[in-house]
C-alpha cells in the first residue's frame, strides 16, 4: 500500500568481552535467532578487555543512544557470573538494558529518566540447565530476545529499588581546583590510543570565556588550545580535541596519546587559561 509504514523491527545490542575467536557470540545471536527470529542484532563490541566493567560502561553510555527507541541492551562483561551477583532489567524512557548487577550501567542511569528495574530470575524465560560460565547464552540471549518480542520487564521478576543498583566509583566530577585549574579524568582509552576525558563542552564553557582557546595539560604536556581536527598537529604531534564523544581528548596525529605520554585511565587532564 503506498504510503504505508513499514513495521518497526525490534533492535537488541550485544556488548560483551568474549572478543571474536570462541564461538560464544555466535552462539548468543543463534539463541536470539530461534526466539525472537524478527530482532535485528547489533553489535557495540566485542573487544571489551576481559572483566572491565569501568570499559563496558563507558561503551555503553556512548553508544545506546544512538539506537532506536526501546532497543533492548544486552552487556555480557560479567566477572561474577556463576555467582549470587544478580541479573537486572532496566527500563528507561529510551530502552530497555539487561545487565548483571555490577555498576556497568553507572553513566546510562547517571542521565536516564523514568527508570524501574527488575531481577531477572523467572527460569521460564532461561534456556536449560542454566550453565554456570555461560549465562550470556542461557539467561541474557533468551531475555533480551523475549523482551524485544514483546516481553514486560515485570514478567521477569520484582521490581527493586533504583538505590539498590550498584554503581562504580567513577572519580570525582570535572572541577576547578584551588589554583585555578579545571581538573578531570582519563576515562577511556580507545584503540588508536587517543585519551577520552570527562570534561566536556558543558564543563569547557561554563568555567573559561574562551573554550576553544584553553591550555591542556596532560602528563608533563601543556598544549595550547583545542585542535578542530587530528591533522591540526605534524605527524606524531600531540593536541586536544573535542572527540566524537564530546568530551575533550588527548592526542597524537597518527600515533598513541596512551603510549606517547604513558597516561592511562584514572590519570588526571588539567585545563586552564595562562
Known amino acids: 500500500m503506498s504510503g504505508s509504514k513499514a513495521p518497526v523491527m525490534p533492535v537488541i545490542s550485544l556488548l560483551t ?36 566493567v569501568y570499559q563496558a560502561a563507558f561503551m555503553l553510555s556512548a553508544a545506546h ?27 528507561t524512557s529510551k530502552a530497555v538494558f539487561v545487565v548483571p548487577d555490577n555498576g556497568v550501567l553507572s553513566l546510562v542511569l547517571d542521565k536516564a529518566h523514568d527508570v524501574d528495574a527488575f531481577l531477572v530470575e ?15 547464552r542461557d539467561v541474557f540471549a ?3 530476545a523475549r523482551l524485544a518480542c514483546g516481553m514486560k520487564p515485570k514478567d521477569l521478576g520484582p521490581e527493586i529499588a533504583l538505590q539498590s543498583l550498584v554503581r562504580l566509583d567513577l572519580g570525582p566530577a570535572p572541577h576547578m581546583d584551588a589554583s585555578g585549574r579545571l581538573t578531570g579524568t582519563v576515562v577511556y582509552a580507545d584503540r588508536f590510543g587517543n585519551l ?12 573559561f570565556s574562551d573554550p576553544d582557546g584553553v591550555c591542556v595539560q596532560a602528563g608533563n604536556q601543556v598544549i ?6 587530528y591533522a591540526d598537529a605534524a605527524k606524531g604531534g600531540l593536541l586536544a580535541i573535542e572527540g566524537s564523544f564530546d568530551m575533550l581528548e588527548i592526542s597524537v596525529n597518527q600515533d598513541s596519546a596512551a603510549r606517547v ?11 586552564f587559561v595562562r
Open 17 to 52: 568481552d568474549f572478543g571474536r575467536t570462541d564461538p560464544y557470540v555466535g552462539i548468543m545471536k543463534a539463541v536470539i535467532a530461534s526466539v525472537c527470529p524478527e530482532a535485528r542484532v547489533i553489535d557495540i563490541s566485542h573487544d571489551v578487555a576481559p572483566q572491565d
Open 65 to 91: 543512544g544512538f539506537f532506536p527507541h526501546n532497543s533492548v541492551h544486552a552487556v555480557i562483561v560479567d566477572p561474577g557470573v556463576g555467582s549470587s551477583r544478580r541479573i537486572v532489567a532496566v527500563r
Open 122 to 136: 523467572n527460569p521460564e524465560v532461561f534456556l536449560h540447565p542454566v550453565s554456570r560460565t555461560f549465562h550470556g
Open 142 to 144: 533468551p531475555v533480551a
Open 196 to 207: 577520552v576525558s570527562n570534561v566536556g563542552r558543558s564543563h569547557l564553557e561554563k568555567h
Open 224 to 229: 595550547s588550545g583545542l585542535s578542530h581536527c
Open 261 to 271: 605520554l604513558q597516561m592511562a585511565i584514572g590519570d588526571p587532564v588539567y585545563v
